[in-house]
Every structure is written in structure tokens, then in C-alpha cells.
């Protein structure tokens, strides 16, 4: 039994992995973080050596003058994330490839296992994108610097109160970007197997499928700008740096939380409607 549960979950793997929409969706999000970390390279020719900020604070994300990081975080995280598997369920029907794996299996361990494959794939792909983004500023940056905002006490601490679990941050800055990395990879996985769990239902439009979770997130940030809540919008505790007065960590419990339970909803549904559609 433990066989073909493990020969069923290596062949939802193997699908993923060979559909084109998984390379474009790898190739962008690398594509991102290696132009923003360049750009935040950029800013360091011909400055002395005691002039450069440390890697940890160089990294692409967390740089105040990176706008890379804007448009990774509100448009290309989420949807190349979806992208990459968001309709590989309708696509593995049309294709008749799940033909093979439901002589095997049955069509709930079918799902689940796409389901678990549809997270851990793009949560691995992105954490990797980060890392690499990480170790291509320490080959430009030192790994500590003594620059102002490491030996100043009055900038030290007003950068320590803009960032992200600040305990952390004055404890082992890599650390903490690290944390951030595992944040930003359970995101993009939570919001691909969201966008998977409503192609269960919606298979007719595949902008919808591929957009909606991530266009949620974007209205929820928008409206709470308007009404002035910015503390309340979820993308701000995506990145190292919390450009809001009072934050609420409770908002990232919310967000994450809100996109599981939405997706074992819509999973659990299509379970007991174990009609064989395949």
C-alpha cells in the first residue's frame, strides 16, 4: 500500500514538472529575483568599502530602494506560483494522462495527492529563488559591514523597528531573512493549491483559476489602503521590512489560515463527489 501511495504521489510530481506552465512559471520568478538582485548590486559600484550595507540588508526584498520587490510581492509571486500547477487537474483530463495513475489509485488519493504536490512545488521553487537571490549579493556585498546602520545606535534602532520579528533581526540578520524566505515559499504555496482547489470546480476559465486568489489578496491590500488601515494589508508582511506604524501579525495568521481553509473546503467537497469524471 505504501508503494502506491509513494509511486502515485513521484508520478503527480513527474506531470507537474513536464507541463510548460511550470518552466514559465520557474522561469519568471527567477528570473525576478536575479534582476532585483542585481539592482540592488548596482547601487554599491564605486562606493567605499565602509559605505556598503551588509548582504543580509542588500538583499533585494529588503532594500528601500529596490522597486523589484513591489512587483514580485504583488503581482509575480502570486501568479507565476498559480501558473505553474494551478490547472494541471483539467489539463491531466484533457491530456488523459491521469488515466494512468487512476488504475493505480483511487480518484480521492488522486487529489490529494495533487493537492500536496501542487503546494510543496511551488513553496520549494520559490525558497530556492530566494536563497539564490541571498547568495548572489553575499558573491557582490560582505557579510557584515560596518556601515551606518550597523554602528549608529539612533538609525540602528529605526531600522530595527521597521523590520519583521525584530528579535530576530538583532540576534542574526540571515536568520531572519531566512524566516522571510519560508514565509514568502508557504504563501506561494498556499496560493497555488487554492487556485488548484477552485479548478476543481471552474474549468472554463483558466485566467479566473490562475488569478483569483492572488487578486483577492491584491483587493483585500487595496481597500484596507483606502480606508486607511495600511497595518491591516497582507502584503506588508510578506517582506522583511514593515513600512506600517503598529503592526499586526495576526493578519499573516489570516492570510494563511483563510487560504488552507479555503482550499480543504473546496478539496474536501470534490472528495465526496467521488464521481469517476476521469
Same mark, same amino acid.
Given at each position: 500500500?505504501?508503494?502506491?501511495?509513494?509511486?502515485?504521489? @513521484?508520478?503527480?510530481?513527474?506531470?507537474? =514538472?513536464?507541463?510548460?506552465?511550470?518552466?514559465?512559471?520557474?522561469?519568471?520568478?527567477?528570473?525576478?529575483?536575479?534582476?532585483? @538582485?542585481?539592482?540592488?548590486?548596482a547601487q554599491i559600484i564605486g562606493c567605499?568599502?565602509?559605505?556598503?550595507?551588509?548582504?543580509?540588508? *542588500?538583499?533585494?526584498?529588503? @532594500?528601500?530602494?529596490?522597486?523589484?520587490?513591489?512587483?514580485?510581492? #504583488?503581482?509575480?509571486?502570486?501568479?507565476?506560483?498559480?501558473?505553474?500547477?494551478?490547472?494541471?487537474?483539467?489539463?491531466?483530463?484533457?491530456?488523459?494522462?491521469?488515466?494512468?495513475?487512476?488504475?493505480?489509485?483511487?480518484?480521492?488519493k488522486y487529489l490529494l495527492c495533487m493537492?500536496?504536490?501542487?503546494? *510543496? $512545488?511551488?513553496?520549494?521553487?520559490?525558497?530556492?529563488?530566494?536563497?539564490?537571490?541571498q547568495v548572489l549579493v553575499l558573491i557582490?556585498?560582505?557579510?557584515?559591514?560596518?556601515?551606518?546602520?550597523?554602528?549608529?545606535?539612533?538609525?540602528?534602532?529605526?531600522?530595527? !523597528?521597521?523590520?519583521?520579528?525584530?528579535?530576530?533581526? @538583532?540576534?542574526?540578520?540571515?536568520?531572519?531573512?531566512?524566516?522571510? #524566505?519560508?514565509?514568502?515559499?508557504?504563501?506561494?504555496?498556499?496560493?497555488?493549491?487554492?487556485?488548484?482547489?477552485?479548478?476543481?470546480?471552474?474549468?472554463?476559465?483558466?485566467?479566473?483559476?490562475?488569478?483569483?486568489?492572488?487578486?483577492?489578496?491584491? $483587493?483585500?491590500?487595496?481597500?484596507?489602503?483606502?480606508?486607511? =488601515?495600511?497595518?491591516?494589508?497582507?502584503? !506588508?508582511?510578506?517582506?522583511?521590512?514593515?513600512?506600517?506604524? !503598529?503592526?499586526?501579525?495576526?493578519?499573516?495568521?489570516?492570510?494563511?489560515?483563510?487560504?488552507?481553509?479555503?482550499?480543504? =473546503?473546496?478539496? =474536501?467537497?470534490?472528495?465526496?463527489?467521488?464521481?469517476? !469524471?476521469?
Amino acid at each position: 500500500m505504501r508503494m502506491a501511495k509513494d509511486h502515485t504521489m @513521484s508520478f503527480t510530481m513527474k506531470l507537474l =514538472c513536464g507541463r510548460r506552465e511550470f518552466v514559465i512559471g520557474v522561469t519568471a520568478i527567477l528570473l525576478t529575483v536575479c534582476i532585483g @538582485s542585481f539592482v540592488s548590486c548596482a547601487q554599491i559600484i564605486g562606493c567605499d568599502v565602509t559605505q556598503i550595507f551588509p548582504a543580509s540588508q *542588500l538583499w533585494f526584498v529588503f @532594500s528601500f530602494a529596490n522597486d523589484v520587490s513591489g512587483i514580485f510581492y #504583488m503581482f509575480v509571486l502570486p501568479l507565476a506560483s498559480s501558473i505553474m500547477v494551478a490547472d494541471a487537474y483539467f489539463m491531466n483530463r484533457y491530456t488523459r494522462a491521469s488515466i494512468f495513475v487512476l488504475a493505480r489509485a483511487s480518484k480521492t488519493k488522486y487529489l490529494l495527492c495533487m493537492a500536496v504536490s501542487v503546494f *510543496l $512545488l511551488p513553496f520549494l521553487v520559490v525558497l530556492f529563488c530566494l536563497v539564490i537571490s541571498q547568495v548572489l549579493v553575499l558573491i557582490a556585498a560582505p557579510a557584515v559591514s560596518s556601515d551606518w546602520y550597523s554602528l549608529s545606535p539612533p538609525n540602528y534602532h529605526f531600522l530595527y !523597528e521597521m523590520v519583521m520579528f525584530p528579535a530576530v533581526f @538583532s540576534i542574526n540578520q540571515y536568520v531572519h531573512n531566512l524566516i522571510i #524566505m519560508v514565509i514568502d515559499a508557504v504563501y506561494a504555496g498556499l496560493i497555488a493549491l487554492t487556485s488548484y482547489s477552485i479548478s476543481l470546480f471552474v474549468q472554463k476559465s483558466r485566467f479566473l483559476v490562475v488569478a483569483l486568489p492572488g487578486l483577492t489578496v491584491l $483587493l483585500w491590500s487595496f481597500l484596507v489602503s483606502i480606508l486607511r =488601515c495600511n497595518r491591516w494589508s497582507p502584503i !506588508e508582511y510578506l517582506s522583511p521590512v514593515i513600512a506600517v506604524a !503598529e503592526p499586526k501579525y495576526i493578519v499573516l495568521a489570516i492570510l494563511f489560515g483563510g487560504l488552507f481553509l479555503t482550499s480543504i =473546503c473546496l478539496l =474536501c467537497i470534490k472528495c465526496k463527489r467521488c464521481v469517476d !469524471e476521469l
